[in-house]
């Protein structure tokens, strides 16, 4: 069952209204927007809690941006940040994102028999001498989480959420419990 809660949110000048309706959003949370109302599945969001975004004053210097449909994603620390009036904000590449290095070692899983590596809440597969992003694969367990993951009501207990995706402590991680 679902809730719906009026959209009444300050906006930034980090959000413009064509992400509002269906571009990318390039935010930790992604809501579905329908009719001037979020709909939030039940028991997935504690709405007391502000949205956290991290932000750069500045990249290294040296740091080499990678194009991707028209956007520029600089590389620091295993993360990503996209240039928004004069200040680098987190983001996280979409699905089908390539690069050829990672500026953090990635810790290789194995999901249903299919190899993956993850760094800074992101999960790609070796596509060559690349690394490609993809969709993160239910069930898989991380050893641990990036340091701005939030904390959220989860079916009634304490979970994880970072870029929609929902994870639940388990023994040896975090594993990726559901999609928001």
């Given at each position: 069952?679902?809730?719906t ?32 109302a ?12 502000p ?37 680098y ?14 500026s ?51 079916k ?25």
């Amino acid at each position: 069952m679902k809730k719906t809660f009026v959209f009444v949110a300050f906006l930034t000048s980090l959000v413009s209204i064509t992400a509002l309706r269906g571009a990318e959003m390039p935010l930790d949370v992604r809501l579905e927007i329908k009719q001037g109302a979020v709909e939030i599945p039940e028991g997935t969001y504690d709405h007391h809690r502000p949205v956290r975004v991290r932000t750069l004053k500045r990249v290294p210097k040296g740091t080499r941006a990678v194009v991707y449909r028209s956007v520029r994603y600089y590389p620091v620390d295993g993360m990503f940040y996209v240039s928004r009036n004069g200040l680098y904000q987190r983001t996280f590449p979409p699905v089908g994102f390539r690069v050829r290095t990672l500026s953090v070692l990635p810790t290789r899983i194995v999901v249903k028999g299919k190899p993956y590596y993850y760094a800074c809440g992101i999960f790609y597969q070796k596509k060559g001498s690349d690394y490609l992003v993809v969709k993160t694969p239910l069930g898989a367990v991380v050893r641990k989480l990036p340091r701005d993951v939030a904390k959220i009501t989860w079916k009634g207990s304490v979970a994880h959420q970072l870029n929609g995706v929902v994870y639940r402590k388990v023994k040896g991680g975090y594993q990726v419990v559901a999609f928001i």
